[in-house]
């Protein structure tokens, strides 16, 4: 009687975890719709690198920032990420500063 019973919890399991691989396996191919799982994979198209960093442009005079500029463009950096603190862009309700933001920018884009 006890194998009887070992058995029979023994099949639950093996249909439920079944039932459990199955479900996952429909939920994926239902959320890809057609994308190539880049797990299952490794046929995907070359994807260029590009570094980022995160920096304080606004601690660098308009020289210094020229110089970090240059560098940052010999060390093949892309993107830069610079934070935008709201306090420093409205220090007052409905009085917005963006003068270090437009010098900023315009070096950029120089």
């Given amino acids: 009687m006890r194998r009887y019973l070992v058995f ?3 099949l639950f399991t093996l249909t439920g975890s079944l039932s459990a691989l199955a479900a996952t396996q429909h ?6 719709r057609g994308y190539v799982d880049a797990t299952q994979t490794a046929n995907l ?3 260029i690198p590009r570094l980022g960093v995160n920096a304080d442009l606004f601690q660098y ?3 210094e920032l020229i110089q970090n500029l240059e560098w ?10 610079q934070f935008a603190y709201w306090d420093q ?3 007052q309700p409905g009085d917005y ?3 270090a933001w ?3 920018l315009e070096t950029l884009q120089d």
Avoid: C, N
């Fill in 97 to 99: 500063a963006w003068d």
């Fill in 102 to 104: 437009d010098d900023l």
């Fill in 61 to 63: 005079s308009t020289g």
């Fill in 45 to 47: 198209p070359y994807r």
């Fill in 72 to 81: 940052m463009q010999q060390a093949h950096i892309h993107w830069i990420r």
């Fill in 89 to 91: 862009l409205e220090p």
């Fill in 27 to 32: 939920a994926m191919q239902f959320q890809l």
């Fill in 8 to 10: 029979v919890l023994f």
